[in-house]
């Protein structure tokens, strides 16, 4: 019992110097949009939303929340087919900073947490039950910081390595994924700090 009481106090005091660190909030937009038609009418639309916050309690330190929400929505208009993926991922993060200069920082991300999918699929004629599952993933990405006026940033992506599960409910099926994408991917997100 003594040992949980010092866990704790150690953790209220670490937490309570903390408090003299710089509040980030951070994240990232992302929509896309293709239409074709010939002989039939296609389109896909993708959205995601992915928002941050974090507390730097070291110099080189930050650990937050993280979020993301996004919809992937695929429709075929000459048979009313239509496909919706919405996807849903809270976690936590924890970053490491070293400055270049006083302009660039690298980072360096690390993200757990659980993710919720539920897709839906209906034709002209059929109309099925929606495919849910639930999961977690783990990533780890680098980053370059480009600070911009007012404590305002930008964050430059290239890829990185990605794990994610996810567990059918229905059929009982188990997706696993592991990624690695350096130089395949870019991202820019936006970055300030309080």
């Given at each position: 019992?003594?040992?949980?009481?010092?866990?704790?106090?150690?953790?209220?005091?670490?937490?309570?110097?903390?408090?003299?660190?710089?509040?980030?909030?951070?994240?990232?937009v992302n929509y896309t949009s293709?239409?074709?038609?010939?002989?039939?009418?296609?389109?896909?639309?993708?959205?995601?939303?992915?928002?941050?916050?974090?507390?730097?309690?070291?110099?080189?330190?930050?650990?937050?929340?993280?979020?993301?929400?996004?919809?992937t929505k695929y429709t075929v208009?000459?048979?009313?087919?239509?496909?919706?993926?919405?996807?849903?991922?809270?976690?936590?993060?924890?970053?490491y900073s070293k400055s270049l200069?006083?302009?660039?920082?690298?980072?360096?991300?690390?993200?757990?947490?659980?993710?919720?999918?539920?897709?839906?699929?209906?034709?002209?004629?059929?109309?099925?039950?929606?495919?849910?599952?639930?999961?977690?993933?783990?990533?780890?990405?680098?980053?370059?910081?480009?600070?911009?006026?007012?404590?305002?940033?930008?964050?430059?992506?290239?890829?990185?390595?990605?794990?994610?599960?996810?567990?059918?409910?229905?059929?009982?099926?188990?997706?696993?994924?592991?990624?690695?994408?350096?130089?395949?991917?870019?991202?820019?997100?936006?970055?300030?700090?309080?």
């Amino acid at each position: 019992m003594k040992k949980v009481l010092i866990v704790f106090a150690l953790m209220a005091f670490g937490f309570s110097n903390a408090q003299k660190g710089s509040i980030l909030v951070s994240g990232s937009v992302n929509y896309t949009s293709t239409s074709s038609g010939n002989t039939q009418s296609t389109d896909y639309k993708f959205f995601s939303f992915s928002p941050r916050v974090g507390y730097q309690f070291a110099d080189s330190w930050t650990v937050g929340i993280e979020s993301s929400l996004s919809q992937t929505k695929y429709t075929v208009d000459n048979t009313n087919y239509e496909n919706k993926v919405n996807n849903y991922s809270v976690g936590s993060f924890l970053r490491y900073s070293k400055s270049l200069t006083d302009v660039f920082s690298l980072f360096a991300d690390l993200g757990l947490g659980i993710q919720n999918r539920k897709e839906s699929l209906s034709t002209e004629s059929v109309s099925f039950p929606d495919v849910k599952a639930n999961g977690f993933y783990a990533n780890l990405q680098p980053l370059l910081h480009l600070k911009v006026k007012n404590n305002f940033g930008l964050n430059f992506g290239l890829g990185g390595i990605s794990y994610n599960s996810l567990d059918y409910k229905e059929s009982g099926e188990k997706v696993n994924n592991f990624n690695i994408n350096f130089g395949q991917a870019f991202t820019v997100g936006i970055q300030k700090n309080f």
